[in-house]
Nanobody, 121 residues
């Protein structure tokens, strides 16, 4: 049972990236999936979550800029990030869990490896 996050990179402020979270060893469609991020020297924070039913939830600071989606046929969840800001710089992780309305996934089951997003000019 594994999750693998990918798609990070270096982008200029105002730019876009799409992160992917691919599952192996289990069917992702039956799980809530959350995205988290951890900036250097800061605690990990929940960013967004998508429930097994397709409900989507976001941290206030990313609402209107980030979009979470899932493709069950590809056993993957995506995080489309637009209007990126330097404060979005962090390692991003996906995890299985139960979505809360704040965008934070709780009762985490499986963590994926992170992918680094750097927003800088």
């Amino acid at each position: 049972v594994q999750l693998q996050a990918s798609g990070g990179g270096l982008v200029q402020p105002g730019g876009s990236l799409r992160l992917s979270c691919a599952a192996s060893g289990f069917t992702l469609a039956y799980k809530g999936i959350g995205w988290f991020r951890q900036a250097p020297g800061k605690e990990r924070e929940g960013v967004s979550c998508i429930s097994s039913g397709g409900g989507t939830y976001y941290k206030d600071s990313v609402k209107g800029r980030f979009t979470i989606s899932r493709d069950n046929a590809k056993n993957s969840v995506y995080l489309q990030m637009t209007g990126l800001k330097p404060e979005d710089t962090a390692a991003y992780y996906c995890a299985t869990g139960r979505c809360s309305v704040t965008g934070v996934a709780r009762d985490i089951g499986t963590w994926g490896q992170g992918t680094l997003v750097t927003v800088s000019s």
